[in-house]
Each structure stands twice: as structure tokens, then as C-alpha cells.
């Protein structure tokens, strides 16, 4: 039992977000550490399709890795399609190092990270509401209705 609650209480403090596009959410769990970010998994760099490394760097370059190096993100992202995960996992990134910030830092860190990070694109800490429109009777699509002809 003792050694139970030692383990317990020896446990680092994080923080878990999520970062949503579309159908893709993905869940950043935030704890401090050695600099470590995961995707499934695996390593930051890996991450599939390559030309859209550059889009979940952005946080990261955008603060500084120096606010990253002592920080352990793991990550886990599902549904939705390649891209729209590549802007959940930026998303969930992004809101992860604010929500450290705010709860283990102080608030006016967070408050200046938050601002940078909006600054530069506003749905790196706000989610975008934007979904697919179902498909109607009368028509090809959700809007465009089938040609009339009247003979």
C-alpha cells in the first residue's frame, strides 16, 4: 500500500488538450521532461505526409523550441483524413504548451503565448467550427439542385 501512494504521488504534473479539424482530433498529453514529442508513438519527425511537416513545426518555431525543451508531449490523433490530422495535431500542440503555461508557470505567460500563437494563425488555439454540409433529395449535392428542362 505504501509503496502504491509513493509511486502515486511521485507522478509529474501535466496537462491534457485536444486539438480538433474537421473529423481529426487529436489528444496532447503535456508533462515535463526532456524536449520529446510523439505522434502515435513516433517521433515528430517521421510524421507522414513530409510537406506537411512544416505546418505542425509552425508552433514550435513560433514560441521557440527553448519553451519546448523541457517539455514531453505525446500525442495521439484519429478520424478525419491526413490533412485535417496534420491541423489537429498543430492545434493540439499549440494548446498543450498554453495549458502548461497557464497551469504550472504562470498567467502571463500563457497569456503572451496565446496572443503570438493567434497572432500568426487563429486556429492554432481556437478550434474551426467548419463542417461538411450533408447531401439533399433534388439535387447532385448539400446546395446544387439537378438541371430543369421543361420539354
Avoid at 496537462?15 to 515535463?32: D, I, L, N, P, Y
Avoid at 517521433?43 to 518555431?61: A, D, F, R
Avoid at 517539455?71 to 495521439?76: F, H, K, V, Y
Wanted: a positive charge.
Amino acid at each position: 500500500y505504501c509503496t502504491r501512494r509513493a509511486k502515486m504521488s511521485s507522478r509529474k504534473p501535466y496537462v491534457q488538450v485536444f486539438g480538433r479539424k474537421k473529423t481529426a482530433t487529436a489528444v496532447a498529453h503535456c508533462k515535463s521532461g526532456s524536449g520529446m514529442i510523439r505522434i502515435n508513438g513516433r517521433p515528430l519527425e517521421l510524421l507522414q505526409p513530409k510537406p506537411l511537416l512544416p505546418k505542425v513545426m509552425e508552433p514550435i518555431m513560433l514560441i521557440g523550441q527553448e519553451r519546448f525543451k523541457h517539455l514531453d508531449i505525446r500525442i495521439r490523433v484519429s478520424g478525419g483524413g491526413r490533412v485535417a490530422q496534420v491541423y489537429a495535431i498543430r492545434q493540439a500542440l499549440a494548446k498543450a504548451v498554453v495549458a502548461f503555461h497557464q497551469k504550472f508557470v504562470d498567467e502571463f505567460s500563457r497569456k503572451g503565448l496565446r496572443d503570438t500563437l493567434a497572432e500568426f494563425d487563429k486556429t492554432l488555439v481556437v478550434a474551426d467550427p467548419r463542417r461538411c454540409e450533408p447531401k439533399k433529395f433534388g439535387g447532385p449535392g448539400a446546395r446544387a439542385r439537378y438541371q430543369k428542362s421543361y420539354r
